[in-house]
């Protein structure tokens, strides 16, 4: 059982990514975090909910949640969107890999992701939506 936690649920709108990034980030800081820990907590779940914004909903109406959870040192963001979903979940994992490259998107999403926290679970099905899971242990200082 968690020790803590807090669930959001936002119009998919881009100007919500940032509202929702700030909330796991005040969410997380009860853990006292490093600047770093939470810089990486603010790219991961960015990059997640802009994900469900753009890709999931794809600029349609639609809303996106966002649960955290703390559990002793290990901060959980979880994201779903009840979108289009992701064909291969595997394809979309790959650096570069875009749905959208007229927007210019680069395709390093889960990328960065996978780069900031320790564990990235991605479930999804067609036509049902996606979500995302992101992990991070906080105060792994002095642990090399």
Same mark, same amino acid.
């Given at each position: 059982?968690a ?36 810089? %990486?907590?603010?790219?991961?779940v ?24 703390i ?10 969107d %009840?979108?289009?979903?992701?064909? %291969? ?18 395709g ?14 991605i ?22």
């Amino acid at each position: 059982m968690a020790d803590n936690e807090m669930h959001l649920q936002f119009a998919s709108l881009s100007q919500n990514e940032g509202f929702a990034r700030s909330c796991a980030a005040a969410f997380a800081t009860q853990m006292n975090p490093t600047i770093e820990e939470l810089s %990486d907590i603010r790219t991961a779940v960015s990059e997640a909910v802009t994900n469900a914004i753009i890709h999931g909903y794809e600029n349609r109406p639609g809303m996106v949640r966002l649960d955290c959870t703390i559990e002793n040192d290990v901060f959980t963001a979880v994201i779903h969107d %009840d979108g289009v979903g992701i064909g %291969d979940v595997e394809q979309a994992r790959q650096p570069f890999y875009t749905t959208k490259p007229e927007l210019e998107r680069s395709g390093m999403g889960f990328t960065v992701m996978e780069a900031f926290m320790e564990e990235v679970a991605i479930e999804s099905a067609v036509g049902s939506g996606t979500t995302v899971t992101l992990k991070k242990r906080i105060g792994r200082r002095n642990e090399a």
